[in-house]
């Protein structure tokens, strides 16, 4: 749910012209958390030591496409993507 509000609330500052970020990547992280510090918010998350992760996450993307990106992610990672969906309770 987290995820999902600071996404909508940075494709709204993006389209507004109004980031509070240089990146939009970065404006997702900014929202992630009430504090609105991003250092706080990689500590929160577990991530800041981190450099072998990342997120996909697909807004209005064809369904045809997503099979193939993940194929394309799955074939550099050699490992199974995990569905965030199926960890809902955290």
């Known amino acids: 749910m987290h995820l999902n509000i600071a996404v909508s609330r940075a494709l709204l ?3 507004d012209g109004k980031l509070k ?3 939009f990547g970065n404006e997702i992280v900014y929202y992630c958390d ?3 510090n ?3 918010t990689l500590q929160k998350y577990g991530v800041q030591n981190c450099n ?3 997120f996909a996450i697909f807004v209005d993307f ?5 099979i193939k990106v993940k194929a394309e992610l799955r074939a550099v990672t050699a ?4 569905n965030l969906n199926e960890h809902l309770d955290f």
Request: proline fraction near 8%.
């Open 34 to 36: 009430l504090s609105n």
């Open 21 to 23: 970020t240089d990146a």
């Open 52 to 54: 072998q992760a990342f």
């Open 13 to 15: 500052n993006k389209r």
């Open 79 to 82: 490992c199974e993507l995990p």
């Open 62 to 66: 064809p369904q045809d496409q997503q």
């Open 38 to 40: 991003i250092q706080h």
